[in-house]
């Protein structure tokens, strides 16, 4: 079979990692976008990027409230937007000139066929295919979204000024960050979500110290609450919930999660189950020769293991043999304020789930000068490790925990024991000093 290409990369987001890397080894590469202009996808242009960026805004802020800073400090939407949309150009520009020896192709992508993906008006074959198209917002039954009134994270990254109110619903990574961005930012905002317990997977201090959190920061909790009907009115916002109630917001984010994007498959040789594009250890889906990254195949919405995945692809097609990917030592972090939560290998919740016979060392860090003086006194620090002293994992409650993880992390991929861990020797006054003492605590 004659190929046009070697690799047919569907979707513009990650993908473009191994586009990048797959042409500079000298295979013939096209990379399919219905936006080129919003190459690296949504992490760059709607999330993890833009929102770090407003929650930093948000968080000097925050800082600025404090009793021995004289002086008030408000936040430019207008500005902050400004300056948001330069740096994702830049990074849009910078990603296009990685990509000089790919052809990009702009339109929307169908895999009509095996080997065949059809965009603006063309068809193009490929020896491989690589799928990575994404996710996009889940809207819940009954909730009109209008963009305006009712938004999702496509819109709440893009305001040009602060709303006075704001109720989040959902207590997932978008709605927990951004329920801290709009409280740190001084608007009265809401956190509704469906259970009573925040982050029901993250150990019950973690739990509790996130709900005491949100509280200072000024959010109103409200727990156990599921909107049946939520629509834009003349009044703002009118939310009827399942148990009867209702009541008027300005401005409603529905942070309910996000769904794989699958769309483009429209060849039955590819199997879709409940979470996206089924795939095996490899990202190869059920039509040989064919594979699926990133949020697409429902295993971890995260783009840096988008990218671990579509460059692992890559250097199987390229014959190099990689070490299976453990998506269990992928990090998974919420960047809430001023503690974010972070979590690696196994956290309690599915340690008690799969029975292992674990030891747990937890270290508070309340009461420490350091973490008082830098706004982690609702931090905690806590190490995992089996029955023969191997690190199972970790979970850390402080300011920047997505980096302070990054030692557990290592410790798990080194396939290190508490015994090796216990020989390091961190900074003081730090919060890693902390995690020194969680593992000596094994």
Known sequence: MNYDYDILFLGGGLNYAGAVVASKAGLKCAL??????????????????????????????RKAKKGHFIGSVALDMAKLDEEKEALLARATAAITRQCAMVEIVKGEGKLVTPHTVEAAGRKMMGRYVILGTGSRPFIPEGIAYDGEGVITSDEVLNRKELPEKIAVYGDGAIGLEMASFFASAGVETELIWRH???????????????????????????????????????????????????????????????????????????????????????????????????????????????????????????????????????????????????????????????????????????????????DGADGVMIVYADAEGFILGGEIFAPSAEELIAAVAMALAGEMDAATAKRTILAHPTFSESLEKAYLRL
Do not use: W
């Open 32 to 61: 399919v976008e219905r936006n080129p202009e919003h190459l690296g996808g949504t992490c760059l242009h709607n999330g993890c990027i833009p929102s770090k960026m407003y929650l930093e805004a948000a968080e000097t802020i």
């Open 196 to 374: 009573d317990t925040l982050m029901r997977k993250a150990h019950p201090m973690i739990s509790a110290n996130l709900k005491k959190q949100m509280e200072s920061l000024g959010v109103t909790l409200t727990p156990n609450k599921e909107i049946r009907n939520a629509k834009t009115t003349k009044r703002g916002v009118h939310i009827l919930y399942t148990d009867g109630s209702e009541h008027y917001v300005s401005t409603l984010l529905v942070a309910t999660g996000r769904r794989a994007v699958t769309d483009a498959v429209q060849t039955p040789g590819i199997e879709i189950g409940k979470r996206g594009i089924v795939t095996d250890e490899h990202f190869e889906t059920t039509l040989s020769d064919h594979y699926a990254i990133g949020d697409c195949n429902g295993k971890l919405q995260l783009a840096h293991a988008a990218r671990a995945e579509v460059l692992y692809v890559v250097r199987r097609i390229l014959g190099k043999k990689p070490e299976t990917i453990d998506l269990e030592h992928v990090v998974k972090f919420i960047h809430t304020l001023p503690c974010s939560y972070a979590v690696v290998g196994k956290g309690k919740a599915e340690l008690e789930k799969s029975g292992i016979k674990y030891s747990e060392s937890v270290v508070p860090l309340s009461g420490l000068p350091f973490a008082v003086t830098h």
